[in-house]
């Protein structure tokens, strides 16, 4: 028993204080101080009171020795003991933080840098000190002179079975304790035909001798004090009866008035309902052995494909269902992979509060579709972009209450996060109620940066500007939407993800902004072509035509390679096996086929010998086990189990037309 | 997948023995230490890497993960490189990262003391010594036992030295 | 001995540490996140012990041992709520609605097998 090792509870106790504390911090930002939900602070409380609880008893007393404050500064809210203001909010929310940090350090067995939360802990105190400074001296323990022994009286009260508890079970263990000679007085006991059998007649009076501490004679009572009759008085006659009472008549004598009904609290929200929490690497190892599956399945269609078609059918039969299933299976695990945007967006209530706190403004955060679903890895890159929207929002957007109600709006903005699915796509939309976007000063902001820019610009176009790179600089960074980053970097960070950035504005009406997602990061929509003796993929999304060229068609510009002239437009024509050096059969680029890709708003023809085939494919780091390859953006396992490599057609398309234009 | 072929007895001895998995590249028996070997394959199609050198073949599908193969002989200046039905793939696991390195044919798991093994002699320029950790013998046999982490660092693998500094 | 005990506490951790702590002593044990569970799977079986937190969602402890106690196969089950030292009042209240006794927060694996090793005899 002894070997049981707290420390494999640790995980389990700092995955749920940090849920815990999550759902604090989210109570607490929907806490109206004015009107508090008792349901809504009995969570907070509950949260608390768990973690220190979860600390004490995991052997982290410094974390539940400093929850101990916040959770009797929550009891007495919870209780009605005290008013909430918009102070305590705040200093709740700044103890909230402290305790993450708290047990951060201890999950990762650290030193915890204790002076925030120390000196939290000094204004909780001082806080709880407002109230009846409580402590009242306990009165000195009982001095525990050593005596021969104890002589217990012991009478309970008739009901004492309905409790659950049994005087043998006591006797029992007091007779552990010492040498006990017990007698019994049963002088209450019925006629047997009057017995009633679930109440308790009898009494006992105990002599236990031994070196035994009052203390832990008590104990043995202790869940009984108050039903029963109880004396315990030193053998070595003469000591102070009125010790021997004490305990009971305390207790009876600093029971409190009841507090607030706290009675039967209802339905707290358990986000982890129906969920487990797995390892991604778990997640990926699964999506990688199913993408096997597939493969072997694919192979074994092959095979069957050779086969005698009598003896086939059966097996056929058989392989189409396998194919089937094992499609669904696929789709089945990469949809582990998904988590809903709520992910993201649970941060925002805080960053909202803090920065609106911070920048005087009043502001109401509203968010929908927080269950839309997106891939992991694009949750964790949104994340960044999003903040820098939201902060901007509040920062140059929404503005000051005493202007907003100068232009006849409601003095508290709004700021909406909303989240959809749209065509097979992520639409993830921030907007504000605030100023809009004012045409005449990003015009003039762009003249001065020197972007072209000019004044019978459409408003879109003119909205692009803000995206330039250079536009956001040191002289409009504030310390809340400042920090180095632009606009710029915000688009620059969607598009990585295969996304696009839209903004519509109206004066004085607000801004919107909207970001276009992919679904996955994981799957791309590709191409396959032949170059040589191996397969390539070339993303689809930048696919804008393929042909067959005409001799004609194919022009040699004098020191600038080849071009092709397709419909008027002359565009640099690529061979890729030359691109990427590989051996090949040599062809003229009019025996081969030409596909025209698009990036960056320039286009280019690449040469391949073949076109494959469409076919999602799922994408592969290459850079795990080996290193980036300029040119490559991943690769792919093909229906034969052979690898393929991804073509990153904004690379090539970007580095090439740089040499032709060099 | 194949395991390993199985180890000969454990050395008795007192100094604590390592294993080392040997093979044959170009007539000689070399060996790599065998914890770093996670399992041998037959050689497949590798798909080639644009702009490798010559001795990095390319990439293969190892269950779902995209790893790179290197021809040991190729990297060692062993001229007789050919392929055939002995020719096998030696996937290594170092530091993160994995591995496959083509070889003409395993042998054996040999134990070795540290009392077997003796410094790496000057070769003159025939082979490159710099891979080299020492030589062992065994019945007789000579064993070249390579470094395997400066071979593949100098293979120019990615951030491996990275990964070889965390792991050393 | 496999007396069948029924631990109800909202907090994983304290679940997990009581369940595992219980099981390695012999017990069989059966757990509930919430008062209400509690009750629920109290009604389908007859547990011989049941080890409750007292703040819990939905149906915290004192509901819980109150609601038992008006069971007839719970009218003399040992009902132990887990407690903390800063609610004195909690134990009247407990008391006060039938608990048997308590267990003081935070306690250890040696401490919670040692109390329910006694209650059971």
Known sequence: MAGIDLKRFHRAFFEESFEGLDAMEAALLRLDPAQPDAETLNGIFRAAHSIKGGAGTFGFAAISEYTHVLETLLDEMRAGRRAICAADVDLLLRASDALRGLLQAARDERVAERSVADAIHAELTQCLQGAASAAAGKAAAATTAPAAGWAIHFAPHPGLFASGNDPLRILRELATLGDARISVRDAALPAFAALEPETCYLAWDIELRGAAERAAVAELFAWVEDECELRIEPLAAGADLADAVAAPALAAAVAPPRALADGAPRSEPRGDGASIRIATAKIDAMIDLVGELVITQAMLQQLADRLDPATGEVLQQGLAQLDRNTRLLQEAVMSTRMLPVEAVFSRFPRVVHDLAARLGKQVRLHSSGESTELDKSMIEKIADPLTHLVRNSLDHGIETAAARVAAGKDATGTLTLRAAHQGGHIVIEVADDGRGLDRARILAKAAERGIACDAAMSDAEVWQLIFAPGFSTAEQITDVSGRGVGMDVVKRNIEALGGRVELASCPGQGTTVTIRLPLTLAIVDGMSVAVGEETFILPLSAIVESLQPQPEQIKRVAAQGQVARVRDEYLPLVALHEWFALPAVPRAAHEAILVIVEAEGRKLALQVDALLGQQQVVIKSLETHYKRVPGISGATILGDGRVALIADVGEIVRLATRAAAA | ?168 | MSARILAVDDSASMRQMVAYTLRDAGFDVAEAADGQEAYEMAQREPFRLVLCDVNMPRLDGIGLVRQLRQLPTYKFTPLLMLTTESGPEKKQEGKAAGATGWLVKPFNPEQLVATVQRVLG
């Open chain 2, 1 to 168: 997948m194949q395991a390993p072929p199985s180890a000969s007895p454990a050395a008795s001895a007192a100094v604590p023995a390592a294993e080392f998995l040997t093979f044959t590249l170009g007539g000689e028996e070399y060996g790599v230490d065998i914890l770093k070997v996670q399992e041998i394959r037959g050689y497949d199609t590798v798909t080639r890497m644009p702009g490798a050198p010559d001795f990095m073949k390319g990439v293969i599908n190892l269950r779902g993960t995209i790893v790179p193969v290197i021809d040991l002989r190729l990297k060692l200046r062993l001229d007789d490189a050919r392929y055939d039905a002995f020719t096998v793939m030696v996937i290594l696991s170092v530091g993160q990262r994995i591995v496959g390195m083509v070889v003409d044919g395993v042998s054996d798991v040999v134990a070795l003391d540290a009392g077997d093994v003796r410094p790496p002699p000057e070769f003159g320029g025939a082979i490159d010594t710099r891979f080299i950790t020492g030589l062992g013998t065994r019945d007789q046999r000579m064993i070249i036992l390579l470094d395997i982490e400066k071979l593949l660092s100098a293979a120019d693998i990615g951030v491996l030295n990275e990964a070889v500094a965390q792991a050393a």
